[in-house]
């Protein structure tokens, strides 16, 4: 049973278009999400949540995308947080109960990882991190495409600690009122304007002992604070991409229905080309959500997929983004020269699917981690 219903992602739906046209936050849809308990949807019951699993947190994003794709994109990041308190947790990290009590006490977690030029992202931190002596850090640094800012209450960020013998990531929760950061009213973009992901600068936001989540090598690894930050990061914005897809094979099945020939003198869904359009993005999306479901599955099991975890995460949500891209394009071409004016839904969606193409796993690093598993590291000449 779904537990977003219908007429709550109607009234979401109604206002995706005011949000995008002002660019602004959806304070409303987060204040209705938080009403029905979305944000303690994905939090286990023992900790006073619905105990949804990430399989079912994941139909309801694509649902909710399908309403207003910004408002789930930026939603998305406190569920990622939420699944990554419980990745911990079942890997014996209890640092993991801390981000499930705080997401059981209504507060909203933000993501604070990327930063400026840096395509290493969670692998690696330009950021620095700064130990206070009593295990807590201070960090200095830039982030980018932080969803949420206007109203997270919590921000999962890291850092590189160079006090040590070798560099080390450091991973923690920022509490917003103890301040140390500058959020920049810089978020005028093509798309996905109502996440609202302001750039964040540290400037000595502080995070004490009981908020430092993990300290790790830098790279690629299978520490639960990585690994659970990685796999929903990428099942879950695979989810929301999928929502577009979908939403946008409903508008061209809506359109092509309506929309008369003046040459055959009968409605375009009869055209055999547009037909095949409209066939050939649902085709395209049908794919999608059966490896999603999978692979949330085979993740909240612990299935030992080995090395291949990494590339396969990463597959899933670039074939939902590039699926999801084709779809909404293939619905434009069925839709006609309306769908190019700026009122349009189709119009938003467009420009809504182009923000996947920005987000990490990039297609270059996507072939690159199938290369490196399938044949091995690039052997350099003697």
Not at 7 to 16: C, G, P, V
Not at 41 to 58: D, H, M, N, Q, T
């Amino acid at each position: 049973m779904a537990f977003l219903n219908a007429e709550l992602l109607s009234r979401i739906h109604s206002r995706a278009s005011r949000h995008d046209a002002e660019n602004t936050f959806p304070n409303d849809d987060l204040e209705d999400l938080r009403k029905v308990g979305y944000l303690k949807a994905f939090v286990p019951r023992e900790f006073g949540g619905a105990g949804l699993s990430l399989a079912e947190i994941c139909r309801e994003q694509t649902a909710l995308a399908k309403a207003a794709p910004g408002t789930a994109l930026g939603i998305n990041m406190h569920q990622i947080i939420v699944g990554l308190g419980r990745h911990m947790l079942a890997k014996g990290n209890d640092r993991g109960a801390t981000i499930l009590r705080m997401a059981a006490e209504d507060d909203l977690f933000g993501f604070g990882i990327s930063e400026p030029s840096n395509d290493l992202v969670l692998f690696g931190s330009t950021t620095r991190a700064q130990p206070d002596g009593e295990g807590g850090y201070s960090f200095h640094g830039t982030k980018i495409f932080t969803s949420l800012a206007p109203a997270w209450t919590k921000l999962l960020t890291f850092g590189r600690d160079d006090s040590g013998d070798s560099p080390m990531s450091v991973f923690a929760i920022l509490d917003r009122d103890d301040e140390g950061f500058t959020i920049v009213d810089d978020w005028y973009t093509l798309g996905m304007r109502a996440t609202q992901s302001n750039t964040t600068i540290l400037e000595g936001a502080h995070a004490p002992a009981a908020r430092i989540l993990a300290r790790v090598n830098p790279g690629p690894s299978f520490d639960p604070v990585v690994f659970g930050i990685f796999a929903n990061f990428e099942l879950l914005l695979a989810a929301t991409y999928t929502g577009i897809g979908e939403r946008a094979v409903e508008i061209a099945v809506e359109t092509v229905k309506q929309r008369q020939s003046v040459r055959t003198g009968t409605t375009y869904s009869n055209d055999p080309d547009i037909r095949w359009r409209i066939a050939d993005a649902a085709i395209a999306m049908d794919g999608i959500y059966p490896q999603i479901d999978a692979l949330a599955r085979d993740f909240e099991t612990g299935v030992d997929r080995g090395f291949v975890w990494l590339p396969q995460l990463s597959a899933v949500k670039h074939r939902a983004c590039e699926a999801a891209k084709e779809s909404v394009e293939q619905a434009i071409r069925a839709s006609g020269g309306s769908s190019y004016y700026m009122s349009k839904e189709l119009s938003r969606l467009y420009r809504d699917v182009i923000a996947g193409l920005f987000q990490p796993s990039d297609a270059e690093s996507l072939h690159s981690a199938w290369a490196t598993f399938l044949l091995g590291p690039i052997e350099t000449g003697q």
